[in-house]
């Protein structure tokens, strides 16, 4: 039978690096719920040394067990175990988010590489020129290391050797007369590139009959991605690598099932926010802000999608990236949220928008404020979907509005 000898844990907690602790007295659903990694050194007298357990490879089986350690070997007796070969031993690095605006940056509507005429009209300008007045920062970085966020979307940045840009940030924030931006930085982990999403290098699943685009598709970036990660941005909304979402198939071929995705609800949440009229989706005088949910989801339309300028790839020059889901507190109260440890990482609210926010500390907790925290209950969610059947943003009467079970995404290497 296995006996435990210690492990090796990654809390939760803001900057937390690796441990060795006593587990032995722990409930294993405790376990689960204070540290995000753990490993487990076991001994076995059958065997010449010691082993290494994952212990999160088990923890669907397990993340509901309220005995010990001890009592879970007991049951298993000499039952094989999803080893590793070494427990981790370097540093954890973190990405970390700031709301730009309360960071000191300022944004300016402009036109990248366009010198504006004297009252120029703004309307044409789409892009923002990114400056931080009263602090000697070097702008590059953002370009480099960083991606930025206005109004809860992901757009591309720029530089030009003077200042960083956000490009079609401005006709983002006129969209809807908002003016939040943020910045998720990657410095300690590496460099970002953007890439543009080459639609002619992407394909659906041809295994199966009746599979299109809108159930799963294959994307190439068609470059060298080796000791690299790679995610998307898809209308704005981060797709970072999760089982049966988004993977890697081979050296630079990925899936992604656009099934696992509420497009449709993404589709209505971001209109608010982004110009989808790229889109070229048919609209009627008799049902105004209607749309065929067929044709949205159509193969010709989601390849629109993914030409937005807020679709593209991000290759973060880092061969492993590791993404844990935080949950933390809704207040009750619209706009915030509570955290018990101090808030780093990005904050993904309503559908998957990585929301803005200010965190505050307060009464022992920290108070982070967003701009809109609601969740809408679209009333076609409600409905099958026919073959033409038009749908819109109306929500279910009585239940219209929700306040968001929002949650911080930490991303570490």
Same mark, same amino acid.
């Given at each position: 039978?296995?006996?435990?000898?210690?492990?090796?844990?990654?809390?939760?907690?803001?900057?937390?690096?690796?441990?060795?602790?006593?587990?032995?007295?722990? $409930?294993?659903?405790?376990?689960?719920?204070?540290?995000?990694?753990?490993?487990?050194?076991?001994?076995?007298?059958?065997?010449?040394?010691?082993?290494?357990?994952?212990?999160?490879?088990?923890?669907?089986?397990?993340?509901?067990?309220? @005995?010990?350690?001890?009592? &879970?070997?007991?049951?298993?007796?000499?039952?094989?175990?999803?080893?590793?070969?070494?427990?981790?031993?370097?540093?954890?690095?973190?990405?970390?988010?700031?709301?730009?605006?309360?960071?000191?940056?300022?944004?300016?509507?402009?036109?990248?590489?366009?010198?504006?005429?004297?009252?120029?009209?703004?309307?044409?300008?789409?892009?923002?020129?990114?400056?931080? $007045?009263?602090?000697?920062?070097?702008?590059?970085?953002?370009?480099?290391?960083?991606?930025?966020?206005?109004?809860?979307?992901?757009?591309?940045?720029?530089?030009?050797?003077?200042?960083?840009?956000?490009?079609?940030?401005?006709?983002?924030?006129?969209?809807?007369?908002?003016?939040?931006? @943020?910045?998720?930085?990657?410095?300690?982990?590496?460099?970002?590139?953007?890439?543009?999403?080459?639609?002619?290098?992407?394909?659906?699943?041809?295994?199966?009959?009746?599979?299109?685009?809108?159930?799963?598709?294959?994307?190439?970036?068609?470059?060298?991605?080796?000791?690299?990660?790679?995610?998307?941005?898809?209308?704005?909304?981060?797709?970072? $690598?999760?089982?049966?979402?988004?993977?890697?198939?081979?050296?630079? /071929?990925?899936?992604?099932?656009?099934?696992?995705? $509420?497009?449709?609800?993404?589709?209505?949440?971001?209109?608010?926010?982004?110009?989808?009229?790229?889109?070229?989706?048919?609209?009627?005088?008799?049902?105004?802000?209607? /749309?065929?949910?067929?044709?949205?989801?159509?193969?010709?339309?989601?390849?629109?999608?993914?030409?937005?300028?807020?679709?593209?790839?991000?290759?973060?020059?880092?061969?492993?990236?590791?993404?844990?889901?935080?949950?933390?507190?809704?207040?009750?109260?619209?706009?915030?949220?509570?955290?018990?440890?101090?808030?780093?990482?990005?904050?993904?609210?309503?559908?998957?928008?990585?929301?803005?926010?200010?965190?505050?500390?307060?009464?022992?907790? &920290?108070?982070?404020?967003?701009?809109?925290?609601?969740?809408?209950?679209?009333?076609?969610?409600?409905?099958?979907?026919?073959?033409?059947?038009? /749908?819109?943003?109306?929500?279910?009467?009585?239940?219209?509005?929700?306040?968001?079970?929002?949650?911080?995404?930490?991303?570490?290497?």
């Amino acid at each position: 039978m296995y006996s435990l000898v210690n492990a090796t844990v990654l809390s939760y907690a803001t900057d937390s690096q690796y441990e060795t602790v006593d587990l032995s007295s722990t $409930p294993i659903n405790i376990i689960y719920s204070i540290y995000s990694e753990i490993y487990l050194t076991l001994s076995n007298p059958y065997l010449t040394s010691n082993v290494y357990v994952d212990f999160n490879a088990v923890k669907p089986q397990l993340a509901g067990y309220r @005995g010990l350690i001890s009592q &879970w070997l007991a049951n298993i007796g000499n039952m094989t175990l999803p080893t590793i070969a070494a427990i981790p031993s370097a540093n954890i690095l973190y990405a970390r988010y700031s709301d730009a605006t309360h960071a000191g940056y300022k944004a300016t509507v402009c036109k990248i590489g366009f010198q504006n005429p004297l009252n120029y009209p703004t309307d044409l300008l789409p892009d923002l020129q990114i400056t931080r $007045p009263g602090y000697s920062t070097d702008l590059k970085l953002i370009n480099e290391y960083c991606l930025t966020t206005v109004n809860g979307f992901l757009h591309q940045t720029d530089y030009d050797g003077t200042y960083a840009y956000i490009q079609q940030g401005a006709n983002t924030m006129r969209k809807s007369n908002l003016n939040n931006f @943020g910045i998720l930085s990657f410095l300690d982990i590496g460099t970002i590139t953007t890439l543009p999403i080459d639609t002619t290098k992407i394909y659906a699943d041809t295994s199966n009959t009746g599979m299109y685009l809108k159930n799963k598709i294959y994307l190439n970036i068609n470059q060298s991605i080796s000791g690299q990660s790679v995610m998307l941005s898809l209308g704005g909304y981060l797709v970072f $690598p999760q089982p049966n979402v988004f993977y890697q198939v081979s050296d630079s /071929i990925f899936c992604l099932h656009t099934d696992a995705l $509420p497009l449709l609800q993404r589709y209505f949440e971001s209109s608010q926010y982004i110009d989808l009229s790229s889109l070229g989706l048919s609209q009627t005088a008799l049902y105004p802000g209607a /749309i065929n949910a067929s044709e949205l989801l159509s193969d010709a339309v989601i390849k629109l999608y993914l030409q937005l300028p807020q679709s593209f790839w991000i290759v973060v020059n880092s061969p492993t990236l590791n993404f844990n889901p935080v949950y933390i507190q809704n207040s009750k109260l619209p706009g915030s949220f509570i955290s018990y440890i101090k808030p780093i990482n990005p904050l993904i609210v309503g559908y998957g928008r990585m929301a803005e926010y200010w965190s505050v500390y307060e009464d022992g907790q &920290w108070s982070m404020n967003v701009d809109n925290s609601f969740l809408v209950n679209y009333d076609f969610a409600t409905n099958p979907l026919g073959n033409t059947q038009n /749908i819109n943003s109306a929500a279910i009467p009585g239940n219209q509005y929700m306040l968001s079970q929002g949650y911080t995404l930490q991303i570490h290497t």
